[in-house]
């Protein structure tokens, strides 16, 4: 089989191939292991180590004990105090105005404060201010915004956007950094995004680059680079698009989303929807799978195998009936990314979650 | 581990090493079952957590031509080189957050990413790379050979697909990897891996066959136009060095 050569260089050679693994040879890696220098060439052992393997008296270790008893009675009550961090907070710098974190304003030029768990950070309508977060990113948060840091660190870093607009760029692994909004959540997965949320608790997500996952009680949107994903309280993430489609097509979906009344309605938009579909918009149809009745999902499968035709493994009937696998295995063919990518971060995500 | 050479494919580098279980030729099936974990990854990771300069040498060995890889998907070729080892020292010191420990390469692999994305959020190039011909055309050597010329111009041919096939075809045709080896590296199921080198050289053949009619290119300079036409006649012209 000829195919055989580009999966694994067995069987019959493809000239093709082998002309392009020649000429693009030279841009192979070539560099060898640089010296690691930052490293430790041995483990910093550990607290409890250092204690047992120096030598002290039973006094000095009755001390210790004491000290260490009242230390952590102190930080437990500490720590039980409203509007008080018990983790290192985030650095908060002013870039416009005053933004207040809890009742405390800082201006641009009181350098960093700490954003703490637990804590709030507002912006008036003249205030800004950006958040750096130490391996994980930065966020700038525009004027009019609100928002709290809910965890941070061991690789759970989460914010709760009550209202405003922040924008993200975050280069932590993905499924670290996760925003709550009213109506949904956004896991980052490598990207830079904007996130929106008005008073209403309604939210639109835009990302710019890599991917974002939002979800909501089991309802999920994949939203890649140049894509739009809005939100709804009590409905949770509309459907995604990208921000060239047609605003005929733009208008439609927002009514099947959100706006229908009657499921009358929601089949008209469907049909405006699927006509006005392009092959790019085939982001949007595959996720119209999961969000149909099922007496309709045959003409959304139609239309979207006639924009990336099914790929082997995947059949009309286990479709219709949401199997996941199928479900990942069609997506993956439109070229967007990998599920199993977004599957293993959320995995990890809700295990460490719950 | 044993070393050797993957049969048929002859371009991994003098002294690179492979793992026996990457010879397996049973996983062409559309899969969704991730790939194994490469052998010994584990152990290595957790003597690099313990300040083992080897192990993290080891690890070294294994997974730059995949950074190199990724990278080369997404930035200028002439930083590559410095991204890969910047990737390494900044993955270095956050091992101990690493909680699976067989995952290190889908976990590397992101932080790739990542670090491709901030590169670009540093150089206020954000949407630069992606469906970005003309940039990618950019680094043709004005007075290169012809092959050379020929190679920057299927790079940047190659660069043009979507995202997932460029970085697999790379990891592929540049890197020397097999399909087995990027599922292993990378994660993602051999299903995953095989359709996107499939669909990417099926769109990568059309590229280069349509650009050898005349469509597509608009270069800034004659000579680069004339290096990317080069580039664009490969498909068509002989098996000639």
């Not at chain 1, 010296?35 to 008296?57: C, D, K, T, Y």
């Not at chain 1, 004491?66 to 650095?91: C, H, M, N, Y």
């Not at chain 1, 404060?113 to 309508?125: A, H, M, R």
């Not at chain 1, 997965?189 to 990302?207: K, M, N, P």
Request: aromatic share 8%; hydrophobic share 40%.
């Amino acid at each position: 089989m000829k195919d055989d050569y580009l999966w694994d260089g067995s069987g019959e050679p493809d000239p093709e191939i082998q002309k392009l693994e020649t000429r693009l040879a030279k841009f192979r890696h070539q560099g060898e292991a640089p010296e690691f220098s930052r490293i430790s060439a041995a483990r910093q052992p550990r607290f409890w180590q250092r204690l047992v393997s120096s030598h002290w008296s039973f006094r000095l270790a009755a001390a210790t004990a004491a000290v260490l008893f009242i230390a952590a009675f102190g930080i437990l009550r500490w720590s039980q105090k409203p509007g008080t961090t018990s983790e290192p907070g985030w650095d908060v710098e002013s870039v416009a105005g005053t933004p207040k974190v809890e009742s405390s304003a800082f201006g641009k030029h009181a350098g960093a404060t700490k954003l703490g768990i637990g804590q709030t950070l507002v912006t008036d309508s003249h205030s800004k201010a950006n958040i750096s977060i130490a391996d994980i990113g930065t966020v700038n948060v525009e004027a009019n915004t609100r928002l709290r840091l809910v965890a941070g660190g061991n690789g759970h870093n989460r914010l709760a956007l009550d209202r405003g607009t922040i924008h993200a760029y975050i280069w932590a692994l993905p499924g670290e950094f996760t925003v709550d909004t009213p109506s949904a959540i956004a896991v980052d997965l490598g990207c830079s995004y904007t996130l929106e949320v008005d008073d209403s608790g309604a939210g639109l997500l835009r990302t710019k680059l890599g991917w974002v996952g939002f979800k909501l009680d089991g309802r999920e949107a994949f939203i890649p680079a140049g894509a739009v994903c809005a939100t709804r309280p009590k409905v949770g993430p509309g459907t995604p698009y990208f921000d060239d489609a047609s605003a005929s097509f733009r208008a439609a979906l927002s009514k099947f989303d959100f706006g229908a009344s009657t499921p009358e309605e929601r089949s008209a938009e469907l049909r405006k929807i699927l006509a006005e579909s392009r092959q790019r918009d085939a982001l949007t149809v595959w996720h119209l799978l999961a969000r149909v009745d099922e007496s309709e999902r045959g003409s959304v499968y139609d239309r979207l195998a006639t924009l990336v035709p099914p790929p082997s493994g995947v059949s009309r009937d286990g479709i219709l009936g949401l199997d996941q696998k199928m479900l990942d295995l069609w997506w993956n063919q439109l070229g967007l990314g990998d599920a199993s990518l977004w599957r293993t971060w959320e995995r990890s995500w809700s295990q460490a979650k719950s | 581990m044993p070393t050797g050479m993957i049969p048929g494919v002859g371009i991994f580098q003098a002294g690179s090493t492979v793992d026996s279980h990457l010879r397996i030729r049973d996983c062409r099936a559309v899969t969704t079952a991730p790939a194994p974990e490469p052998a010994g990854d584990s152990s290595l990771v957790l003597a690099a957590r313990e300040g083992d300069r080897a192990a993290f040498g080891g690890l070294y060995a294994r997974y730059a031509r995949m950074v190199h890889g990724i990278l080369l998907a997404r930035v200028p070729a002439s930083d590559v080189d410095d991204l890969v080892q910047d990737v390494f020292l900044r993955a270095l010191p956050r091992l101990r957050d690493l909680r699976d420990v067989a995952r290190f390469g889908p976990w590397i692999a992101a932080i790739t990413r990542n670090r491709a994305n901030d590169y670009y959020r540093q150089t206020r190039a954000v949407a630069a790379v992606t469906e970005s011909l003309p940039e990618v055309e950019a680094e043709l050597p004005a007075s290169d050979t012809a092959p050379d010329a020929e190679a920057a111009a299927i790079l940047a041919f190659v660069r043009s697909l979507p995202e997932t096939y460029r970085e697999t075809l790379i990891l592929r045709l540049v890197e020397g990897m097999t399909g087995p080896e990027i599922a292993v590296r990378t994660g993602l199921t051999p299903g995953s891996v095989r359709v996107n080198l499939h669909r990417g050289m099926q769109q990568l053949r059309e590229k280069l066959h349509q650009a050898s009619i005349g469509s597509g290119l608009e270069a800034d300079s004659s000579s680069r136009r004339n290096s990317a036409a080069q580039g664009k006649n490969l498909l068509r012209r002989g098996n000639q060095p």
